[in-house]
């Protein structure tokens, strides 16, 4: 095992709570390093959680991954950590690891974190990232093995999330946003390969139909593209199709939030 942790939390950094997991692991593994993914996660949102760490994933060092958004934290759930790809990943089974972890290949095993012998004592029953987390990654960078950490959990009985919804027909293709970020651009589950198929360009117009509504956006490399205040949709550096609006909000505008649906073809070539 590496000596990386990342951290992947929804505990913003307003208060200590960041920090209190960098002190928990600096307490057992000193010569961790410790890469922060994110901590801006809306409370207990656990579909952007997944879509950050899974967008993330692929440009982070193999090691323990924790993933921190838990609505449910206290209850009789018990944690997990899930071996995939060379990666050990710990948080709630509430499907927060499962994109990730499909992103890296697929599970290996899966153990219920339930050995509170490597606890942080006493143990918050509502901070459950500093006391098992953030306790267990530095022992797992320092030896621990996933298995010594409690029974062994069937792959098939882990927490996933369904995949975002894409599927082209009848020459358009069809899709949902997946997340919206702090600027207001809105992700959606459609590829910039997926347009491709359909014969759309960068430099075309397109056809976006937002439920009853339908627009037509210009189809750019990115939103400084087009003029202040203009919206336009671009591939994203995750390849995904995102809708934006330059030195705008996206989502406010359109009122689309995670999970929306969006249809688009192609429409009009302007290049």
């Given at each position: 095992?590496?000596?990386?942790?990342?951290?992947?939390?929804?505990y913003g950094l307003?208060?200590?709570?960041?920090?209190?997991?960098?002190?928990?692991i600096a307490g057992?593994?000193?010569?961790?390093?410790?890469?922060?993914?994110?901590?801006?996660?809306?409370?207990?949102?656990?579909?952007?959680?997944?879509?950050?760490?899974?967008?993330?994933?692929?440009?982070?060092?193999?090691?323990?991954?924790?993933?921190?958004?838990?609505?449910?934290?206290?209850?009789?759930?018990?944690?997990?950590a899930i071996v995939?790809?060379?990666?050990?990943?710990?948080?709630?089974?509430?499907?927060?690891?499962?994109?990730?972890?499909?992103?890296?290949?697929?599970?290996?095993?899966?153990?219920?974190?339930?050995?509170?012998?490597?606890?942080?004592?006493?143990?918050?029953?509502?901070?459950?990232?500093?006391?098992?987390?953030?306790?267990?990654?530095?022992?797992?960078?320092?030896?621990?093995?996933?298995?010594?950490?409690?029974?062994?959990?069937?792959?098939?009985?882990?927490?996933?999330?369904?995949?975002?919804?894409?599927?082209?027909?009848?020459?358009?293709?069809?899709?949902?946003?997946?997340?919206?970020?702090?600027?207001?651009?809105?992700?959606?589950?459609?590829?910039?390969?997926?347009?491709?198929?359909?014969?759309?360009?960068?430099?075309?117009?397109?056809?976006?139909?937002?439920?009853?509504?339908?627009?037509?956006?210009?189809?750019?490399?990115?939103?400084?593209?087009?003029?202040?205040?203009?919206?336009?949709?671009?591939?994203?550096?995750?390849?995904?199709?995102?809708?934006?609006?330059?030195?705008?909000?996206?989502?406010?505008?359109?009122?689309?939030?995670?999970?929306?649906?969006?249809?688009?073809?192609?429409?009009?070539?302007?290049?």
């Amino acid at each position: 095992m590496t000596s990386v942790i990342t951290l992947l939390t929804d505990y913003g950094l307003e208060d200590g709570y960041v920090a209190a997991c960098h002190g928990v692991i600096a307490g057992i593994a000193p010569e961790a390093r410790v890469i922060d993914v994110c901590h801006a996660i809306p409370s207990g949102d656990v579909r952007r959680g997944a879509a950050i760490l899974a967008q993330t994933i692929p440009y982070l060092p193999k090691g323990v991954h924790i993933g921190a958004v838990d609505p449910g934290t206290g209850h009789a759930r018990r944690p997990v950590a899930i071996v995939a790809g060379g990666r050990v990943f710990i948080g709630p089974d509430n499907g927060l690891l499962s994109w990730a972890v499909h992103a890296s290949g697929g599970p290996e095993a899966a153990y219920e974190i339930s050995n509170e012998e490597y606890f942080l004592r006493p143990v918050s029953p509502t901070f459950h990232g500093r006391d098992i987390y953030s306790a267990v990654a530095g022992r797992l960078v320092k030896g621990l093995k996933p298995d010594d950490l409690g029974p062994e959990r069937p792959i098939a009985r882990l927490v996933s999330l369904a995949e975002p919804m894409s599927v082209v027909r009848e020459g358009a293709v069809e899709g949902e946003v997946v997340s919206v970020d702090r600027y207001g651009n809105t992700q959606l589950s459609i590829t910039a390969s997926h347009l491709e198929a359909l014969g759309a360009r960068v430099g075309d117009t397109l056809g976006v139909w937002l439920g009853r509504r339908q627009l037509t956006l210009p189809y750019r490399e990115t939103y400084a593209a087009v003029p202040p205040g203009e919206l336009v949709a671009f591939a994203d550096s995750a390849g995904l199709i995102a809708i934006a609006v330059n030195s705008g909000d996206a989502a406010q505008r359109l009122g689309l939030p995670p999970g929306a649906h969006v249809r688009i073809s192609p429409s009009i070539s302007k290049s």
